[in-house]
């Protein structure tokens, strides 16, 4: 067994391993920030500081976090591809979304671009830490996609049609909602 995978060392903590292992869990699925964490644990009678939670973070969370990726499900071999027009201190930038057949978010990206380059870099990420690549790729019918395909997966199957993006054009919809909502004196309504 590798030093990443050995169990971690508690000696000299004044808590118990459960209540360390449970606030470092916390913070790190949920994306809690540390003051959230002290609160959570204190309605459950654990008096501790968010200093403390920073502490427990630092030391153990790297082993965490790779527990968690270790056991977050595989994707599925259809993956749908999509961009949305946000703006963000006033200057307009294209949020990049995949999302595999069940809904599961792969990965976001946000750039000032829509071009070939951008879309090679957002592949790129996608396929990085992946055991195996798309069977399908769905996409829209921007020209992007398939520059970027043809250059990276040659052999994977790619679909453009409107409708057959469905699927990311609903993961798009918390974003759309927030952006709406967030200012609306800026905020763009035409979401087509």
């Known amino acids: 067994m590798n030093e990443k995978d050995a169990a971690p060392n508690y000696k000299r903590h004044r808590f118990p391993p459960a209540i360390i292992a449970h606030a470092v869990w916390l913070s790190f699925r949920f994306a809690l920030s540390f003051r959230d964490v002290e609160g959570l644990l204190a309605a459950r009678g654990v008096i501790i500081t968010y200093e403390t939670v920073r502490q427990w973070c630092r030391t153990f969370g790297q082993q965490y976090a790779n527990t968690l990726r270790r056991r977050r499900p595989q994707p599925g071999d259809t993956w749908h591809l999509d961009e949305v027009f946000i703006s963000i201190n006033g200057t307009q930038h294209d949020l990049w979304r995949a999302v595999d057949q069940a809904g599961q978010v792969l990965d ?30 769905i996409t829209d019918r921007l020209a992007s996609y398939g520059a970027a395909l043809r250059e990276l997966l040659p052999s994977v199957e790619h679909r453009r049609h409107k409708g057959l993006n469905n699927r990311t054009e609903n993961a798009h919809q918390p974003t759309r909602a927030q952006r709406a909502f967030a200012h609306p004196l800026t905020a763009r309504h035409d979401f087509t």
């Open 108 to 137: 976001i990206l946000v750039q000032p671009r829509r071009d070939k380059r951008t879309a090679v870099t957002f592949l790129r990420r996608l396929l990085k830490d992946r055991e195996y690549g798309p069977r399908v790729v």
